[in-house]
């Protein structure tokens, strides 16, 4: 009888890239670490090339809409941070993709850190104060370009008649 040890070494990858993470921030004053993104989906927000400053977190920290970045195998990505959720198989982290627009899930522990800074062709800025009150309410409309408008009212709707139901 043979053990499958896999998931158990991904998770302590996982939470070892976190910690270091961690300790690279501390050893900054708090700043955060710096990281250089090759290729952006989000080009109006944060270019490609551009260098990102993140503090590492966990899901349950987040608010709708942060710029989250996800490691993915060997490689990072920027993506939007959508929802947390406990299930019975874990912590997992619903995020979404620029381009091409897909809702996509992590486990918490794919979760590096939350961006915090963006340097680009010499301009440091927040990378969430460059998008106007509209953009960020069609955003939360649709999930990211994600979904319908239509259907997520529906889904709200059905949310709201299984609430109300007597029983």
Partial sequence: MSHDYRGFQDKIGADMATASAAAASVDRGGK????????????????SGALVEFIPTTGHKLKFGDIVLVRTGNEFSLRRFVS???????????VARMAPPQLETYP??????????VE????????????GQLVKW???WTFFGTSSMLKRFG?????????????
């Fill in 32 to 47: 955060g670490s710096k990281l250089r993104i090759r290729h952006s989906d989000m080009e109006a927000l944060v270019p």
């Fill in 138 to 140: 069609r955003n939360e």
């Fill in 120 to 131: 680009a062709k010499g301009v440091s800025y927040d990378p969430l104060k460059k998008e």
């Fill in 155 to 167: 889904q709200h709707l059905k949310f709201f008649g299984k609430m109300m139901k007597k029983k």
């Fill in 108 to 117: 918490d522990g794919s979760l590096v850190g939350k961006v915090t800074k």
């Fill in 84 to 94: 947390f959720q406990i299930l019975k198989s874990g912590a997992k982290v619903s």
